[in-house]
């Protein structure tokens, strides 16, 4: 079965800085994609970026990027420029072209920006 | 365009009795997957649909049930209501529920109290 860890309960960071949250999965499959979702206070969860397994290249939307090591199990969302707005709960989510299309999902990282 | 709608945003009910949560996908989009979020930990998959068939369960009891319509809207079903059936209970649509198209949107949940 696929599991995701999320190894940082909670983390804090001060405006305008890089932050990096991590995530490990565990899988037998070779196909597959991992999302970054983030859920703020008012509760809707929306994507942050996707990554897909069969890709080398390190997905990357505006200030959000991944560094996806394949062979390591491992996948990291970076934040840079870190604003008031990024503060979320930040989760890391597996989908095996296996796993019944569900998607498994990490315990998620806090994260809070101060000002 | 109009992303996933949930109703009702809250509900409230006693032990014993019957819900339905519903859900309305992403113009175009075919597939329908419900999750469960209880308070502090990451969602749980529970069902998805595509094109009005069940593709996917996810490990609950057969108090869940789910439907999707011709619209491709869907809704929840939880009969027997216990105290621990509380929690967030997201909705996300996707294109077609496999590959880069799976990719899941999400609607800003209902959250279900059980008293």
């Known amino acids: 079965a696929q599991t995701v860890t999320q190894s940082q309960p909670e983390m804090s960071v001060q405006e305008a800085e890089t932050v990096t949250l991590s995530c490990t999965y565990d899988t037998s499959e070779n196909n597959y994609y991992l999302f970054w979702y983030k859920q703020p206070p008012s509760r809707q969860m929306i994507l942050v970026i996707r990554?897909?397994?069969?890709k080398q290249q390190n997905a990357t939307e505006n200030r959000f990027s991944v560094n996806f090591q394949k062979a390591a199990k491992s996948f990291s969302l970076k934040i840079s420029d870190s604003q008031l707005g990024d503060t979320a709960m930040y989760f890391c989510a597996f989908m095996g072209m296996d796993s019944n299309y569900q998607l498994i999902w990490g315990a998620g990282t806090k994260l809070i920006i101060k000002p | 365009d109009a992303g996933v709608t949930q109703s009702p945003t809250h509900l409230i009910k006693t032990r014993g009795q019957q819900v339905t949560l519903r859900c309305s996908p992403i113009s175009g989009h075919k597939s329908v997957s419900w999750y469960q979020q209880v308070l502090g930990q990451g969602p749980q998959f529970i069902f998805q649909?595509?094109?009005?068939?069940?593709?996917g369960r996810g490990n609950f009891p057969d108090r869940f049930s789910a439907r999707q319509f011709p619209n491709y809207s869907s809704e929840l079903n939880v009969n027997a209501l216990l105290l621990g059936d509380s929690a967030l209970y997201l909705c996300?649509?996707?294109?077609?529920?496999?590959?880069?198209?799976?990719?899941?949107?999400f609607g800003p949940g209902t959250r279900l109290t059980v008293l």
């Open positions: 990554q897909e397994a069969y």
């Open positions: 996300a649509s996707s294109s077609s529920g496999t590959g880069v198209s799976g990719t899941q949107y």
């Open positions: 649909y595509y094109e009005k068939e069940e593709r």
